[in-house]
């Protein structure tokens, strides 16, 4: 098949992306596809052949990424591009799009998450990965994500939401004054735990809201629950083994402990070391947020297991990482399925999807 894979973009979690991107490209042209590697931001600038064959790139246009300690200079990736315009698609983006027989799309965070490129790819008939994009854009709301939750019966953390588009300082004051503590304060549409801060004295509050008030509109702030943490996968209709992930030690699991290994990672024990009942419970919860939001495909949920062995839902990732070494591919090679088939798999479950 021919297969575009959309990567990086200018959100948070380009650099995340820009790692899915390249190895599911690599993954999916060692099983024989014509899959080729897209930057929805840059789009195709440095291709200067017929579109129509691009699909022949003899290295699908993958090149060599990591993972950076820090979130990307998105000013400075702005900057680069050559296509001088308010527009949020590199040059001829959709129009390969439009070629290809499927999308897989290996975006994360604003305008691959949150229901964007969905909208657009179904207007133009063009089959892509994962869910619609209405389901992902009330995953990616963490408030319209909570409020599925409660109507879903799913247990979730209290929480209020706030706006900050117009506060003042003595507002934010005012707001600091109704926020009981501990708490996790949180951008509500980020994503690879940016814009997630866990306050348990007042001065970290009043920081955290200063941080989230100079670059974001909407946050939720949400009652702290200490306990174990676990993330879910489902796929296929099916939740599929827990993981547990241990933060290093006297850290949390943010943007560092996510992606980068040895002391400074997290670990993550798959299959999760669980009774058989909380195995259960975490799985059912899984499957019915992954329902409520009517995702498709593929899906993984966070958990924090307190101590009273209660499940507290945190949120939902419609399209999360898949690197090789991904919470995902890691869960599905329990399942039998090696990388490069669980990305082939997801193509193939897409497109019936869709079809249907």
Not at 171 to 181: A, N, P, Q, R, Y
């Amino acid at each position: 098949m021919k297969i575009v894979v959309l990567g990086g973009g200018i959100s948070t979690e380009r650099h995340v992306s820009l790692v899915t991107a390249t190895s599911v490209c690599k993954a999916l042209r060692s099983l024989g596809h014509k899959a080729i590697f897209v930057d929805i931001f840059l789009g195709l600038e440095k291709y200067t052949g017929e579109l129509e064959n691009a699909f022949d790139a003899p290295d699908g246009f993958c090149g060599n990424v990591a993972i950076e300690h820090t979130a990307p200079n998105l000013d400075a990736v702005i900057a680069s591009r050559e296509l001088k315009s308010a527009s949020r698609l590199g040059k001829n983006v959709l129009e390969i799009c439009q070629l290809a027989d499927c999308v897989f799309l290996g975006l994360h965070g604003a305008d691959g998450e949150d229901g964007k490129i969905q909208a657009a790819l179904d207007l133009l008939g063009v089959p892509y990965t994962g869910s619609g994009p209405l389901g992902s854009a009330m995953a990616m709301d963490k408030s319209a994500a909570k409020k599925i939750m409660t109507a879903a019966g799913i247990p979730t953390p209290a929480y209020k939401e706030f706006d900050l588009s117009s506060v003042d300082n003595r507002k934010l004051s005012e707001m600091e004054e109704t926020i009981e503590l501990p708490c996790v304060v949180k951008v509500v549409n980020g994503g690879s735990s940016i814009g997630v801060y866990i306050c348990d004295e007042s001065s970290q509050v009043h920081e955290a809201l200063k941080e989230c008030a100079e670059r974001h509109a909407r946050i939720i702030v949400e009652q702290k629950i200490t306990g174990r943490e676990f993330t879910v996968p489902v796929l296929d209709g099916k939740a599929i083994s827990p993981i547990e992930i241990i933060p290093p030690e006297g850290g949390s699991f943010d943007y560092v402990a996510k992606y980068q290994s040895g002391s400074e990672g997290a670990r993550e024990i798959c299959p999760a070391d669980i009774t058989p009942d909380e195995e259960v419970l975490l799985k059912t919860l899984a499957l019915r947020f992954h329902e409520a939001l009517g995702l498709a495909v593929y899906s993984r949920t966070d958990f924090i297991l307190d101590k009273n062995g209660e499940a507290w839902c945190l949120e939902v990732n419609t399209l999360p990482g898949m690197t090789p070494n991904s919470l995902i591919p890691r869960a599905a090679r329990l399942e039998g399925l090696d990388y490069a088939r669980l990305c082939e798999r997801i193509v193939e479950l897409s497109m019936k999807e869709k079809r249907g």
